[in-house]
């Protein structure tokens, strides 16, 4: 069977975004395109934007509105044909159950993407796009409401190794990436 649809899920800081360019970079024999809950929440206002990430104020977002319509996104970009690397912070079994429910239809492979709280908060406080309390926070919620093909941790292990880890893992199941 074919996998179309790879998700990642993780605290903020554990490497996601960082695992699927390597991923993509891996994956070469076709193209994957790269879809992340940041990307649809970068087309926020800045005003709005910085609220969230400097102050993490989410008041003036409905996230569950923001979520659904990338769901959307991808289920779309994934219905044209087109292979794609999803990440974001899945916090809720409701948030798990909303993508197992818009990705239905698809082959999906998921990850869970760990790392030690301590290195999560290095990372964070030298990246200035999150708070240590979203850090924190995303360590306690994620990776734990889906069902994964495969977990793995960031902690000390490069991007490349993750990434090779991942990509043999969904060769070794027969799966046609």
């Not at 974001?88 to 993508?99: D, E, M, N, P």
């Not at 239905?104 to 790392?115: K, P, S, T």
């Not at 200035?128 to 979203?134: A, H, L, M, S, Y």
């Given at each position: 069977?074919?996998?179309?649809l790879?998700?990642?899920?993780?605290?903020?800081g554990?490497?996601?975004?960082?695992?699927a360019?390597?991923?993509?970079?891996?994956?070469?024999n076709?193209?994957?395109?790269?879809?992340?809950?940041?990307?649809?929440?970068?087309t926020?206002?800045?005003s709005?934007?910085?609220?969230?990430q400097?102050?993490?104020?989410?008041?003036?977002?409905?996230?569950?509105t923001?979520?659904?319509?990338?769901?959307l996104?991808?289920d779309?970009?994934?219905?044209?044909?087109?292979?794609?690397?999803?990440d974001?912070?899945?916090?809720?079994?409701?948030?798990?159950?909303?993508?197992d429910?818009?990705f239905?239809?698809?082959?999906?492979?998921?990850?869970?993407?760990?790392?030690e709280?301590?290195e999560?908060?290095?990372?964070?406080?030298?990246r200035?796009?999150?708070?240590?309390?979203?850090a924190r926070?995303s360590?306690?919620?994620?990776?734990?409401?889906?069902?994964?093909?495969?977990?793995i941790?960031?902690?000390?292990?490069?991007v490349?190794?993750l990434?090779?880890i991942?990509a043999?893992?969904?060769?070794?199941?027969?799966?046609?990436v």
């Open positions: 069977m074919i996998k179309h790879i998700v990642l899920d993780g605290p903020s554990a490497g996601k975004t960082s695992l360019r390597e991923l993509q970079e891996q994956l070469l076709d193209n994957w395109l790269y879809f992340s809950l940041d990307t649809f929440t970068s926020l206002p800045v709005v934007l910085a609220q969230c400097s102050e993490n104020d989410w008041q003036d977002v409905d996230s569950s923001l979520l659904q319509n990338a769901l996104c991808v779309t970009l994934l219905k044209a044909g087109n292979n794609v690397i999803f974001s912070v899945i916090s809720t079994s409701k948030r798990a159950l909303q993508i429910l818009a239905e239809q698809h082959d999906r492979f998921y990850v869970g993407v760990h790392c709280l301590s999560l908060e290095r990372r964070v406080a030298a200035n796009d999150r708070t240590i309390e979203q926070h360590f306690a919620t994620a990776p734990m409401h889906l069902i994964y093909d495969l977990e941790d960031s902690t000390s292990t490069s490349k190794e990434a090779t991942v043999a893992t969904i060769y070794e199941q027969k799966h046609d």
